[in-house]
């Protein structure tokens, strides 16, 4: 045995309960014992268990009915279930509703043990699965330069530690595949990699999102929802735009980091969590901090080992591999022929100012391949980016009539417009949100984008 298992047993026999609970702490297993099915469901709705061992026949509330009970409140932990009076019939009925695993009594301490550690491996497999299917093509860390190779070796000094983290750096310039990075180089790699972008999502649901709920605790909740940091359960939660978090919730936050628990809205008990926690953002939490925006005690938590990731302006000499990654990632995406880049159409991209760092140039990356023949040269780049002369006079014709014309006006609508798609980007799109951001009305919010010349319609659905 390997692995640390934490597993729930259920059955209303004393004697078994002792020696399975018995069996399980000297393979070196942490064993929850239970009488009765109601108590169980309880137990499994407070805390976490990585196996759910149960009899089939008890009194007042079966294990058949039990198992039902549990995936209807949407327990994760797998559960294998044991009778002395088995039958066909029962396993069939057992494996439909969703057992691992079927035990006949009486039990052999040997392939009970068997049992569990294969448990513990497909629940591995199903994360690593799950995990995979996420990162093939879309999270590989490509640099070349020593810009990055210096962010890299700090991140392997830190990995193998639980030391919390801050990672800083403009939106788009690769936060997340960073802090996944560190997951993967760190002990936790076998358990889940969670995120979740502060910023994208509403203060009223932010709560719910990292702590869950229960079944009926507000409106709209029709059944229990398993939170961020219980679905990060020793593994590493990333927290993106800590900055934007409200002040409420970083209250909260702070308990979790503090106590190890988290309690689901609706709850009596708190749940204990083990879990990594990494954050990013793209603000200064220092002068948030003065400013009052962020709490002073939550900064010297999370910012223990700042990590500070660079503009892709910055990298320069990464440009080549990374157009390359896109290119080929791009490319297989959509059945496409590769193509190649000339060193002209290199030089070109890399005067660019990237704005919008690594994303903007996947973006650019896909839209040269759909304009350029069989190889992109400079003349491609140039009309794939955007151009600071073409966007201010097509702003201009878009402004209303009592805009002012020349270089400077065209330069101040051209920062404006440039400043109101980078906070959309931001907010991940959401109208409202940025809004608030720039501190604006909605309504005027449309009245701007409009004078911009910015094309709200792929914006519908975020609002």
């Not at 066909?88 to 049992?115: C, H, N, Q, W, Y």
């Not at 969590?273 to 009052?292: A, F, I, K, P, Y």
């Amino acid at each position: 045995m390997t692995t640390k298992a934490r597993i729930l047993i259920v059955d209303d026999e004393a004697n078994t309960l002792a020696s399975l609970a018995r069996a399980f702490r000297l393979a070196g297993h942490e064993a929850v014992v239970c009488d009765n099915a109601p108590r169980a469901l309880e137990l499994a709705g407070s805390q976490l268990f990585d196996l759910i061992l149960s009899d089939v026949v008890m009194p007042r509330r079966d294990g058949l009915a039990l198992l039902e009970d549990l995936k209807t409140a949407g327990v994760a932990a797998p559960v294998v279930m044991m009778s002395g009076q088995a039958h066909i019939e029962m396993a069939v009925r057992a494996t439909r509703l969703g057992a691992l695993d079927f035990l006949e009594k009486p039990l052999s301490t040997e392939k009970l043990l068997v049992t569990v550690e294969n448990a513990l491996k497909l629940t591995r497999l199903e994360i690593e699965n799950r995990d995979l299917h996420t990162r093939v093509g879309k999270h590989t860390l490509v640099f070349a330069g020593e810009t990055m190779r210096r962010v890299m070796a700090q991140i392997e000094r830190v990995a193998a530690s639980e030391t919390r983290i801050c990672i800083y750096g403009e939106t788009g310039t690769g936060k997340e595949l960073v802090a996944r990075t560190l997951h993967e180089k760190s002990p936790r790699a076998a358990g889940p990699f969670v995120t979740l972008n502060c910023a994208a999502v509403p203060a009223e649901l932010i709560e719910s999102e990292l702590f869950g709920h229960e079944k009926g605790s507000f409106t709209g909740a029709a059944q229990r929802h398993t939170g961020k940091f219980e679905q990060a359960h020793r593994g590493t939660i990333f927290l993106d735009e800590i900055g934007d978090m409200p002040l409420a919730m970083q209250a909260k936050l702070l308990r979790v980091l503090e106590e190890g628990e988290v309690e689901r809205i609706g709850a009596d008990k708190p749940t204990t969590v083990d879990v990594r926690v990494v954050v990013g953002t793209h603000r200064n939490l220092e002068q948030l901090v003065e400013s009052g925006g962020f709490r002073r005690d939550l900064y010297h938590r999370v910012v223990v080992f700042p990590v500070e990731l660079p503009p892709l302006r910055r990298r320069a000499e990464d440009l080549p591999a990374l157009v390359e990654h896109f290119a080929r990632q791009v490319s297989a995406q959509n059945g496409w022929k590769p193509v190649g880049f000339t060193d002209a159409a290199i030089d070109a991209l890399k005067q660019y100012a990237w704005p919008g760092n690594i994303r903007e140039l996947r973006n650019v990356v896909e839209r040269l391949l759909l304009l350029a023949g069989s190889v992109v040269d400079a003349e491609d780049v140039q009309r794939a980016l955007p151009s600071t002369h073409s966007s201010a006079k097509a702003v201009s014709s878009t402004a209303s009539p009592l805009a002012a014309v020349g270089p400077l006006a065209e330069r101040v609508l051209t920062f404006e417009r440039e400043e109101v798609l980078r906070e959309l980007e931001r907010h991940n799109r959401h109208i409202t949100q940025t809004a608030k951001a720039l501190g604006l009305e909605r309504s005027h919010l449309y009245k701007k984008c409009q004078q911009l010349g910015i094309n709200l319609q792929n914006l519908q659905e975020r609002e």
